[in-house]
């Protein structure tokens, strides 16, 4: 063979059938992905019941039965043929993508690969439609008696790829991929049943249930779920909810390990190896189970980067890791949370990294934002927001040793009787952060000091007392509830000019808190942009 020498020959275009074939083995590489195409379908098409019926693992017959809204007959003929979706109709739409398929080519790829039946029907009073298609060719299309919903028959997989049927594995195998895919979305659709037959039996039965909780009791013995521990965290870029095992017990072996973005499952490192690092040492060579449910705005979300839609990439993969791995060490108790030293090594560590902190290059732009260069981009910085997030940590870490800037015109401000009641509880409280206050006379306070480095006038404390006032009256105020009032009202303003010096050392002081990326009430501080997605903006790559 070595001596064969490859020959020149001249260029053709490919026949259809082989192309068609060709992409659908790119798309549908064993039984299992047909059915994860199947039941993505039926949730799409808001079933609340999905049947799955596999035969062989698949190899032989796959049936996907659902009560969607089901398709009618001129939608159907399309639908079995290649790139025909009802779900994208230009590229835009890739950005606001909610449902599961887009690339519209699962049907079109079972139907090249098998002998493939769809019967459905929209219509509960109207008989439905029955399309028999083979090797992609619509063989018959006929009147068929079915409720409303849809049901997908393929069979024979890859009966004309000998190729790739000679890959399949041994039934046993293939059904096991099988019963994973259907868990998989069995927990992320609780309040859908599902049914999963294989040869005939009944391996899995999940009604209907309440909450994702109720559908893992079902799913899994006793001591998997027991060794759960729930976790939450609200951000405006990104939320987090689900369950992580105890490290301390987690076994060799894991029994579920699935994230979900945007309700769709996929694989992601970053995740991954977030949930081990936030483990700990207690983890040893075991594996943790875990279920994480991530949502974002979707245009944060980019999920056409894989044939199968098995990746999706976050925005940035950097706050990925960080957000998640704080999150679950929260939970797990495994880290000190804010201000801990473990904490801001993480940080250096991994977002504000010491070459991120080379800041040079500064600009304000409005008066507002700081723009500032950093070895892997820029970032954008939000002043008032940043100053927000300094002094909030200043105070919190700091307490009772706050320093403080006496005022050299004393500010003189009026209370009103609420704003005074609410003065008289927390002024002590209030001193320990930096606003020194006294009472000159009545409800008339004077200002003696305010904390270090604020930018506190009249009109910030009577809108700090104002608001102090209106926070007593509806929740308990925590020291951390205060400090992070304090904070707001001293924090710089948007629309302050500042100069040199202040910029960078707003931003130096920023990367040094422990928390860097967010302002205490969660908006985001920071935005780093990178010179490769500069780059990709700009069609260099
Ligand atoms: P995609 O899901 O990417 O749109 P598919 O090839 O999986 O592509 O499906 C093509 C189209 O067929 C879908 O957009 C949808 O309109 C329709 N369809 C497929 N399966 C179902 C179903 N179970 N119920 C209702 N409509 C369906
Ligand atoms: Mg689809």
Redesign the pocket.
């Known amino acids: 063979m070595m001596d064969e020498r490859p020959i020149r020959r001249p260029v053709k275009v490919l026949a259809e059938e082989t192309v068609r074939r060709i992409a659908a083995g790119e798309v549908i590489t064993r039984p299992a992905g047909a059915v994860k ?2 039941i ?3 949730l ?2 808001a ?1 609340t019941d999905i049947r799955v019926e596999v035969t062989d693992g698949g190899c032989n017959l796959i049936r ?1 039965t ?1 009560n ?4 009618t007959r001129d ?2 003929r ?3 043929g290649r790139h ?5 109709s230009s590229i835009d739409d890739l950005a606001r993508l909610t ?12 139907a090249a690969v098998s002998r493939m039946t ?1 019967e ?1 029907n ?1 219509d509960e009073f109207a008989p439905g439609t029955r399309l028999e298609v083979e090797a992609g060719e619509i063989r018959e299309v006929a009147e068929v008696v079915h409720p409303v ?2 049901t ?1 028959t393929a069979r024979t997989l890859f009966y004309n790829l000998p190729a790739r049927r000679s890959f399949l594995k041994s039934g046993t195998y293939e059904l096991k991929l099988v019963v994973e895919v259907v868990k998989t979305y069995a927990v992320a659709y609780p309040r859908v049943s599902f049914v999963l037959i294989a040869d005939g039996k009944t391996l899995l039965q999940l009604p209907a249930a309440e909450d994702v909780r109720v559908r893992l009791r079902d799913l899994y013995d006793r001591q998997t779920v027991e060794s759960l521990v729930e976790l939450r965290v609200d951000n405006p870029m990104l939320s987090l909810a689900g369950w992580v095992t105890r490290p301390d017990q987690a076994r060799r072996y894991y029994e579920v390990q699935t994230i979900f973005f945007n309700g769709r499952p996929v694989r992601n490192r970053a995740v991954a190896r977030a949930v081990h690092d936030a483990c700990g040492p207690a983890l040893g060579d075991a594996n943790p189970n875990f279920i994480l449910f991530l949502d974002t705005d979707p245009t944060r979300l980019d999920v056409n980067i894989h044939p199968t839609k098995q990746e999706v990439r976050f925005a940035d993969e950097r706050f990925l890791f960080d957000f998640v791995s704080e999150a679950v060490s929260k939970a797990l108790g495994t880290r000190r949370s804010v201000g801990g030293g473990a904490d801001e090594f993480l940080y250096q560590r991994s977002f504000a990294s010491v070459e991120d902190a080379q800041v040079a290059d500064f600009w304000q732009l409005h008066n507002s934002y700081i723009l500032a260069q950093i070895t892997t981009g820029y970032v954008i910085v939000d002043q008032h927001a940043a100053h927000e997030r300094i002094l909030f940590e200043e105070l919190t870490r700091q307490r009772q040793h706050v320093s403080r800037q006496g005022l050299l015109f004393p500010i003189n401000i009026e209370l009103s009787a609420e704003q005074f009641a609410a003065y008289e509880a927390f002024s002590e409280r209030v001193a320990e952060l930096g606003l020194q206050t006294k009472v000159f006379s009545g409800r008339t306070v004077v200002v003696e000091s305010v904390p270090a480095g604020s930018f506190m006038g009249k009109k910030e404390v009577e809108e700090f007392f104002a608001e102090l006032a209106e926070t007593t009256a509806n929740q308990v105020v925590t020291e951390l509830e205060l400090a992070k009032l304090v904070a707001c009202k001293a924090a710089i303003r948007a629309g302050q000019r500042l100069s040199q010096t202040e910029m960078e050392s707003l931003c130096n002081r920023l990367f040094a808190c422990s928390e860097p990326r967010f302002c205490p009430h969660g908006r985001p501080a920071v935005i780093k942009v990178s010179l490769d997605e500069l780059a990709r903006r700009f069609g260099r790559t």
């Open positions: 195409e199947l993505e379908n039926s799409d098409a079933a996907v659902d969607g809204f089901g398709m939608d159907v399309l639908a079995v025909a979706t009802s779900k994208l449902s599961f398929g887009f690339r519209g080519e699962a049907l079109g790829s079972i769809v459905t929209t919903g849809t997908v």
